[in-house]
């Protein structure tokens, strides 16, 4: 079975400052992994994902995040908070292979972006 | 091209109801997934359409169920309303079969109360 533990239910950063959200996997199979943002009263929207090429990938909107096998990690990250990237972000995993595209989904971290 | 497009966007039910929701899935997509974002929480996998077939399931009861149509929109049913079935829930298209492709595209989803 899959999972994702999100870190953190509520980060806040300063305007400019560092962005650090914190999400760890467990799978038994290697896994595909992504960060989806999510607007107040909006569907998910992809900012990046992880399908074993480079361990390190960058997304939209100056976001990046590192692949870590060792720590089964995925953090998120950006160097300069912007107000607009206040909303909750979301960690999900999916198996490799199959049929199955099914997404398992962290609980969620609300980013709060202080001016 | 579109992306995914649900309706109604809000709906409120009286508990014993049965609901239906829709989705269009974006152009050129043949998979649909379902997932129910009860408040607070991330997106639970209910259950996934490949070419008119549901080949994947979360743990949901059967009174969730759904269609898949040819021109690959989708229905999701829940027969005998709960209060604990007050949710969003969001529908997401991919195309199936293209294994470059690991991402959905999510629909802003329908805010369903029971009442």
């Known amino acids: 079975a899959q999972s994702v533990t999100q870190l953190g239910s509520h980060v806040s950063v300063s305007e400019g400052a560092l962005v650090l959200l914190r999400c760890n996997y467990s799978s038994s199979v290697p896994p595909y992994l992504f960060w989806y943002v999510q607007y107040p009263n909006q569907g998910l929207q992809l900012l990046l994902k992880y399908t074993s090429a480079a361990t390190l990938v960058k997304g939209i909107n100056g976001f990046e995040a590192e692949f870590k096998k060792s720590e089964t990690s995925f953090h998120l990250t950006k160097p300069s908070a912007h107000m607009s990237d206040a909303a909750e972000y979301f960690c999900?995993?999916?198996?490799?292979?199959?049929?199955?595209?099914?997404?398992?989904f962290g609980k969620g971290t609300l980013l709060t972006v202080n001016p | 091209e579109t992306g995914v497009t649900q309706s109604p966007t809000h709906l409120i039910k009286t508990r014993g109801q049965q609901v239906t929701l829709r989705c269009s899935s974006q152009s050129g997509h043949n998979t649909v997934s379902w997932y129910q974002q009860a408040l607070g929480q991330g997106p639970q996998f209910i259950f996934q359409y490949y070419r008119e077939e549901e080949n994947g399931r979360g743990n949901f009861p059967p009174r969730f169920s759904g269609l898949q149509f040819p021109n690959y929109s989708s229905e999701l049913n829940v027969n005998a309303l709960e209060l604990d079935d007050s949710a969003l829930y969001l529908c997401?298209?991919?195309?199936?079969?293209?294994?470059?492709?690991?991402?959905?595209?999510f629909g802003s989803g329908t805010r369903l109360t029971v009442v």
């Open positions: 997401a298209s991919t195309q199936g079969g293209a294994p470059t492709n690991y991402g959905y595209t």
């Open positions: 999900a995993v999916r198996n490799s292979g199959g049929s199955n595209y099914k997404l398992t």
